[in-house]
């Protein structure tokens, strides 16, 4: 039985059914986001900017996604430690940021990484990754000793998971360099007596397959050969006495051929369930002694890559393995430049054009970088396409993912099969989908803007405290707090609004109270990578392009440093979070009184003074019912900070004061009420040297990132400046819109920098069609 959608027929047999039921409640749950980055080139000197791109989609059907609105960026050194950081802001149109590399980093390979909240629930497996190398031509570059080179590394994969004694099977091998790149050799497999029972050899990067049917009793082993003549040995992978056995071969007239096989007694049926990245595309029974036959319709399989998984009676997963299917839909990306070749300083006219399949849209959105390429910058830096369709959903690294996305031939379907058996699934756990209770998933996704999380505890016993009235401040303009009562784990959290950049946060419960101790989480994930770093190395010969691209990098900062570090300030809103108040006054426009009890009682209508037991509080009248008195005080504010010691606002010099606002009836912030709000606001918004409690937390902590703008002269629109122009990255868009027709135009111009430059593009369209292209022009230095 083959289902084409969701909803079962009375057909469907029950345990079939069931299996069904329990994934599509598991996906239900465990909604997939995947996040591609595209970086302006994968090699940088320290004194450069990290320039980027995120786009982001959901994990089935890779359409733009409106969920998470904050992605997280590490780029962590090769000891997993994260030297940068940031915040980025999400929307459907994705997200980009910059990263400046401080001198202070020392040369080698670096993981940069991206995810959002919710991706932590999964771990770092899901997060996108991506290798850079660093250089800091200012430190010595600190190579490797030379030592004993190190070994490759040799893995080996039965198809479907297991072999079983007495069942013919097939094993996947992949031999990769220490530096991940895939090893060709030839190999035998030979038995306890030195029987050669089959010959072989890798097929392509590294990987290849053989067959065997382990025999009982027998134990063998592998031996490899490269063209160097090395030799390894590795013995088979273990042989089960009972099991099951899986292989898929093609079945003719675009079928998929998937046979099972098993010793097990007593087995009655076996089920097959298939789906392309959470959609549910077969599942059907068939009887079996030892062996049975599913034929499936490649035409049903999804793009991209599917997952097979053979049940047993018992619904209990036996056997699995992946499937990949050449994407049909893939955005044809055109890059026509008016010439191929320029002078220094010239302008640079490139037309692109998008041609989306033809039931898809054509507008899209592009990222464009235009960069020198050379030994130290290549051309391989990734692209969206082979991303999407494979890379975000295999476990491992690797090599050349795009050459599977090329036009199909004999050759490149039969490296892909083979890469499917040598790479396993990463984006869940079938014990996790047919558990009858999910998984817990602390980090909720941010639907709305930035999260701050943090909790509330016993100082002496670190127990976690409920029921715990806090309250979060970014001191400033314009005013914002933040209200959160602690949950029973001692949990709270605030939204944000408009919080962008470095800032500081004030902390504090209501009064402020030393029985609690209250800290903030880092939002970032302090999950490790799996992905292993190649060395990082550097040959001598590159050395004389590493010292001129350093003189041009210094060239540049020393020329146009101001020029980069201008940011596009986001559009934010200016009013208080109470809103309009009752009452503004502005205390420059009226008398200034030495003491702030004068200005209150000779002006301010909406605040009544009141000193009881000695000590004084500040009501308002509650307009609404009145104008009688709040019974309780109302909640003072200075530049957005709780104040509960309202002696310190009365001797506080009114002069430092600019602006005092009243809100003259009950307000609320989420589910918490107050008794109207006065709240001061000093010409600065600093606090102006008011005297805060020492029980109450500051901390810096850092918003959503300011955009970077990219600087690029424009030598057509202005005259040649005699300034030197040593850049190498001529420019970067991480947002160009195409037209309702899929055209767009970008201009820019060449540098004193001669040499090949790439234009490397990237994009994808509003219904989830994605493509990339490259296009390669040179730039000739004019005679002096």
Not at 253 to 282: C, E, M, P, W
Not at 630 to 651: C, H, N, T
Not at 745 to 761: M, R
């Amino acid at each position: 039985m083959t289902l084409s959608s969701l909803p079962l027929t009375a057909q469907t047999p029950a345990p079939a059914n069931t299996l069904v039921q329990s994934f599509d409640q598991y996906r239900r749950q465990a909604l997939q986001e995947k996040l591609f980055m595209h970086t302006d080139q994968a090699f940088y000197l320290t004194g450069e900017i990290i320039w980027f791109k995120l786009y982001y989609v959901d994990g089935a059907f890779h359409q733009p996604l409106d969920l998470s609105k904050v992605a997280y960026v590490d780029l962590l050194d090769k000891d997993g430690k994260p030297a940068l950081q940031a915040k980025i802001a999400l929307s459907p149109d994705g997200g980009n940021g910059s990263l400046f590399l401080p001198a202070s980093l020392n040369s080698g390979t670096y993981l940069i990484r991206a995810y959002t909240s919710w991706m932590k629930n999964f771990g770092p497996d899901f997060f996108f990754e991506k290798p850079l190398t660093i250089v800091n031509t200012f430190k010595p570059l600190g190579l490797p000793l030379l030592t004993e080179t190190a070994s490759d590394d040799v893995q080996l994969f039965p198809e479907g998971g297991q072999l079983v004694q007495g069942l013919p099977g097939n094993v996947a091998f992949k031999i990769t360099n220490p530096s991940g790149r895939g090893v060709a050799v030839r190999g035998w497999l030979l038995t306890d007596k030195n029987d050669t029972l089959t010959l072989f050899q890798t097929h392509k990067f590294g990987i290849g397959t053989f067959a065997v049917t382990p025999q009982a009793n027998v134990s063998y082993r592998i031996v490899f050969q490269d063209e160097k003549g090395t030799i390894r040995t590795r013995p088979l992978p273990a042989v089960q006495a009972r099991g099951y056995t899986m292989h898929v071969a093609d079945g003719g007239t675009n079928q998929l051929k998937v046979t099972v096989a098993t010793n097990v007694d007593g087995a009655s049926a076996v089920y097959l369930f298939a789906h392309t990245r959470h959609d549910i595309k077969v599942a059907d029974m068939k009887p079996i002694q030892r062996e049975t036959t599913f034929l499936l319709d490649r035409n049903v399989l999804g793009d991209g890559i599917s997952h097979l998984t053979i049940f047993d009676a018992n619904q209990k997963p036996v056997c699995e393995r992946l499937y990949f299917k050449r994407p049909a839909q893939q955005l044809a990306i055109s890059l026509t430049s008016d010439q191929r070749q320029y002078t220094s300083r010239s302008a640079v006219k490139l037309d692109v054009s998008v041609q989306a399949p033809v039931t898809k849209t054509s507008q899209a959105g592009l990222s464009v970088a235009v960069y020198r390429v050379d030994s130290l910058a290549t051309t391989d830096s990734g692209n969206i396409l082979s991303y999407l369709w494979m890379t975000s959903d295999l476990r491992g690294a690797i090599e050349s993912p795009a050459y599977y996305l090329q036009p199909e031939t004999p050759e490149q379907l039969q490296a892909a099969d083979n890469l499917m058996l040598t790479h396993g699934w990463r984006r869940f756990r079938w014990n996790e989908v047919l558990s009858t209770s999910q998984p817990a998933r602390p980090f909720i996704p941010e639907y709305n803007r930035l999260l701050v999380q943090g909790r509330v505890t016993n100082p002496t016993s670190g127990a976690p405290v409920s029921d715990v009235l806090t309250y979060l401040t970014p001191p400033g303009k314009p005013v914002r707090l933040y209200a959160s009562r602690s949950n029973s784990a001692g949990q709270i959290q605030f939204e944000l609004e408009d919080y962008y950049g470095p800032k500081n946060l004030i902390l504090q419960t209501n009064p402020p109270d030393s029985l609690y101790n209250l800290t903030i989480a880092t939002p970032f994930s302090a999950s490790r990578s799996s992905t292993r770093l190649a060395d990082f190395s550097l040959p001598e010969s590159q050395a004389d392009l590493l010292v001129r691209r350093s003189v041009a990098m210094q060239v540049q900062s020393t020329y146009t440093g101001e020029q980069v570090s201008q940011y596009r300030l986001p559009t934010v809103d200016s009013t208080a979070f109470y809103g309009t108040p009752s009452e503004s006054y502005l205390l420059d426009i009226y008398t200034r009184f030495p003491r702030m009890e004068e200005v209150l009682r000779e002006y301010v209508r909406g605040v009544m003074p009141r000193k009881r037991q000695g000590s004084f509080r500040l009501f308002v009248p509650n307009i609404p019912y009145g104008a009688t008195l709040f019974d309780e005080p109302s909640l003072v504010l200075m530049d957005g900070v709780p104040i509960f010691d309202m002696d310190k606002v009365i001797d506080f010099s009114p002069l430092k004061i600019k602006q005092l606002d009243v809100v003259t009836n009950q307000h609320f912030i989420g589910a918490n009420p107050f008794s109207g709000i006065i709240s001061f606001m000093t010409y600065k918004g600093d606090l102006a040297g008011f005297p805060l409690t020492n029980k109450l937390v500051k901390l810096d902590y850092d918003g959503l990132q300011l955009q970077r703008e990219f600087y690029t002269p424009r030598y057509d629109r202005t005259a040649t400046s005699r300034l030197p122009d040593a850049r190498t990255l001529l420019y970067w868009n991480p947002d160009l819109k195409t037209d309702a027709q899929g055209k767009a135009q970008i201009n820019f111009s060449t540098s004193d920098q001669g040499g090949t430059y790439l234009i490397d593009v990237n994009g994808l369209t509003t219904q989830g069609v994605a493509g990339s292209q490259q296009l390669i022009f040179t730039v000739k230095n004019q005679p002096k």
